[in-house]
């Protein structure tokens, strides 16, 4: 399994951005795939994560409204759009996959990562 995720960037408060986790080296239908991220200091935490089978998304409590995740059905690709955002979003953002069906939060249930993008948020 092979994760490359892309999009991160330098955004003013308030902007948007869509991040891109293209997956490959086998077929998802089994499998979760979820955003994580990582901002300066702090520990790594759940973001949003999507289920193959039926589309299931699931958000962190706290960026309810402002987050969504969901996929590209032509390819393998899982996107996270954030909006509205300020400067607490800034982190590496890592998309992570897991062969199950329970959308979990804890980090160590994921078994393949990819490399981390960068978002910056500047005020």
């Known amino acids: 399994v092979q994760l490359q995720a892309s999009g991160g960037g330098l955004v003013q408060a308030g902007g948007s951005l869509r991040l891109s986790c293209a997956a490959s080296g086998r077929t998802f239908n089994n499998y979760i795939l979820a955003w994580f991220r990582q901002a300066p200091g702090k520990e790594r935490e759940f973001v949003a994560g999507?289920?193959?089978?039926?589309?299931?998304?699931r958000i962190a409590d706290s960026l309810q409204g402002r987050f969504t995740i969901s996929r590209d059905n032509a390819e393998s690709t899982v996107y996270l759009q954030m909006n509205g955002l300020n400067t607490e979003d800034t982190a590496i953002y890592y998309c992570?996959?897991?062969?199950?069906?329970?959308?979990?939060?804890?980090?160590?249930?994921?078994?393949?990562w990819g490399q981390g993008t960068l978002v910056t948020v500047s005020s």
């Open positions: 992570a996959t897991r062969q199950a069906y329970l959308v979990t939060i804890n980090q160590t249930h994921y078994t393949h």
């Open positions: 999507f289920r193959w089978s039926d589309d299931f998304t």
